[in-house]
């Protein structure tokens, strides 16, 4: 029986061929010519529902993915339109995911699902918008931290959020990536550089932000909804614990209407220190991305 954090993982790797099988060579994926090859209409839709973010629209064997416009934001409509394109490709989805009697699959941004179907899709979307061999060839046009991810973001035209995860994935830069709310972490997730260092805390979903740190403070300003940033330096005991000092820069930068900030922790003295990260399926399950906003 595959595991939860198998089928998340292997939801990637499909989305990852799909982009491969449609030719796919260069950012950004062009997901009208995925959809089109399959008759699948996409519309934009500013009048969806609070907080809907994508729905997937069913008669008989024709489809179509309405996606929301209410935010001007091309990285999260195209999240969205690939999380949907997750539904229509990932083999069980279709004939598991509610559809109402309208024949519409909705689904929300900004919420925590624990829904394996929706974790499965927003994995996809990650895999087919951002794939590896293309993602690490990208990595090397910029700079380590905030400005190298909204780098990619802009290049691969992909939501902030899901192009910081990717890049913790990828990158080979000792990183850390947090988007929180209020005084919580919402979830977390290192690159393996940063696994690698030995003695560190490992942040999970709902522990509270480290005291006095930057994004603690950003995240009680009344104006952190909008996309200002911050940096700091930092000691990365502060956030992930260990037996060393270890120099660190802590980037924060609002995500707007969700009330959520994003942090990157960077700490470019850190070195690979052989692969000792844990494997096993509570590790993998702690550190899965959620994909919380899309921004």
């Known amino acids: 029986m595959k595991t939860r954090s198998f089928r998340i993982e292997d939801a990637k790797r499909q989305g990852e061929k799909q982009a491969e099988e449609d030719g796919m060579i260069a950012f950004p994926i062009d997901l009208d010519v995925i959809a089109s090859r399959r008759e699948i209409i996409l519309e934009g839709n500013n009048d969806a529902d609070a907080g809907v973010s994508g729905m997937l629209l069913r008669i008989d064997n024709n489809f179509g993915i309405f996606y929301s416009t209410s935010i001007p934001n091309i990285g999260f409509q195209r999240f969205s339109i690939a999380h949907e394109l997750g539904h229509y490709f990932l083999e069980g989805h279709i004939d598991q995911i509610p559809f109402n009697s309208s024949g519409f699959h909705t689904s929300k941004a900004g919420v925590f699902s624990p829904d394996i179907f929706e974790l499965e899709a927003d994995s996809f979307a ?36 899901a192009t910081a995860i990717r890049y913790a994935e990828l990158t080979d830069a000792a990183s850390a990536v947090i988007v929180s709310t209020g005084t919580k972490v919402d979830f977390a997730c290192m690159s393996v550089a940063m696994k690698s260092l030995g003695g560190l805390t490992w942040l999970r979903r709902g522990d509270p932000l480290p005291k006095n740190s930057l994004s603690a403070n950003f995240n009680a300003q009344r104006d952190r909804f909008n996309e200002m940033e911050q940096s700091l330096e930092v000691d990365l005991r502060l956030w992930l614990g260990g037996d060393r000092h270890l120099d660190a820069i802590e980037e924060v930068i609002g995500l707007g209407r969700y009330g959520k900030t994003l942090t990157i922790i960077t700490s470019p003295d850190a070195q690979l220190e052989g692969d000792d990260a844990e494997n096993d399926d509570s590790f993998d399950e702690r550190w899965t991305p959620r994909f919380p906003g899309r921004r």
């Open 126 to 161: 990650s895999g087919l918008l951002m794939p590896s061999k293309l993602f690490r060839r990208a990595l090397n046009l910029f700079e380590d931290g905030l400005a190298g991810v909204k780098g990619l973001a802009d290049h691969c035209k992909t939501s902030l959020t």
